[in-house]
């Protein structure tokens, strides 16, 4: 089946310890998002790639990167996890263009920092 | 069938009931919009979604009700089952390529 799939599913990290979580697509959609989810609140979404070009949100620290290396696949990069990053980080994918706006979401990757 | 808004974080429903989630979205220029389901440890999952120029939609034991005067959404749950004990979000798009902005999340609990 078609899919987002997400690694790894659950990661602990030392406070300062640089994490790289993953995402992969099998649904050849042009773009993919990654979302910072904590405790049951709504997803905030960080930044997204629209095929090769990177938006980051306004509100996006520093501390947050991402790479796209080609369409399947997109990775999420935080260079030093403080406490307050440890959440569930979602990725995303969608189709731009009128008519295509349903976001699949991946099943998500949980960081703890320790 | 209970409703609650936004501001009522839990919705406790007996099994068999029917649920009313209510959203209300800010922006009047949205023309999208979308409930997502998530159940603990997983991603978000499509349930149902309605474009500004309808009012309803129904999908399976589901409806979503679109209310652009007091810009007011709303998902309706038919014969309420325990899997449907999840968080659920609203969200709007105020066009194709705008971003999707989320609601807070209600929490659904179906009580045997």
């Given at each position: 089946d078609a899919m987002v799939i997400q690694n790894p599913r659950y990661q602990v990290t030392q406070f300062g310890k640089p994490v790289t979580l993953s995402c992969s697509q099998t649904l050849n959609h042009n773009v993919m998002y990654w979302y910072q989810q904590k405790s049951s609140q709504a997803p905030k979404l960080l930044f997204h790639y629209y095929d090769k070009?990177?938006?980051n949100e306004a509100d996006t620290p520093d501390n947050f990167q991402s790479r796209r290396p080609n369409t399947s696949f997109c990775f999420l990069d935080i260079r030093s996890p403080g406490l307050g990053d440890a959440a569930m980080y979602l990725c995303a994918t969608s189709i731009r263009g009128a008519g295509a706006n349903v976001l699949t979401f991946g099943a998500g990757s949980r960081l703890t920092v320790l | 069938g209970e409703s609650v808004g936004l501001h009522l974080p839990t919705l406790s429903v007996q099994e068999g009931?029917?649920?009313?989630?209510?959203?209300?979205?800010?922006?009047?220029?949205?023309?999208?919009?979308?409930?997502?389901?998530?159940?603990?440890?997983?991603?978000?999952?499509f349930i149902i979604d309605i474009r500004s120029n309808m009012d309803k939609r129904q999908g399976q034991r589901v409806t979503v009700l679109l209310n652009k005067?007091?810009?007011?959404?709303?998902?309706?749950?038919?014969?309420?089952?325990?899997?449907?004990?999840?968080?659920?979000?609203?969200?709007?798009?105020?066009?194709?390529?705008?971003?999707?902005?989320?609601g807070k999340g209600i929490t659904l609990s179906v009580r045997p």
């Amino acid at each position: 089946d078609a899919m987002v799939i997400q690694n790894p599913r659950y990661q602990v990290t030392q406070f300062g310890k640089p994490v790289t979580l993953s995402c992969s697509q099998t649904l050849n959609h042009n773009v993919m998002y990654w979302y910072q989810q904590k405790s049951s609140q709504a997803p905030k979404l960080l930044f997204h790639y629209y095929d090769k070009d990177f938006n980051n949100e306004a509100d996006t620290p520093d501390n947050f990167q991402s790479r796209r290396p080609n369409t399947s696949f997109c990775f999420l990069d935080i260079r030093s996890p403080g406490l307050g990053d440890a959440a569930m980080y979602l990725c995303a994918t969608s189709i731009r263009g009128a008519g295509a706006n349903v976001l699949t979401f991946g099943a998500g990757s949980r960081l703890t920092v320790l | 069938g209970e409703s609650v808004g936004l501001h009522l974080p839990t919705l406790s429903v007996q099994e068999g009931d029917n649920s009313i989630i209510n959203c209300a979205y800010s922006n009047s220029a949205s023309d999208y919009f979308i409930w997502y389901k998530q159940e603990s440890g997983k991603g978000p999952q499509f349930i149902i979604d309605i474009r500004s120029n309808m009012d309803k939609r129904q999908g399976q034991r589901v409806t979503v009700l679109l209310n652009k005067t007091v810009k007011h959404l709303s998902l309706q749950i038919a014969a309420t089952q325990p899997g449907d004990s999840a968080v659920y979000f609203c969200a709007e798009k105020p066009g194709a390529n705008s971003k999707l902005t989320f609601g807070k999340g209600i929490t659904l609990s179906v009580r045997p």
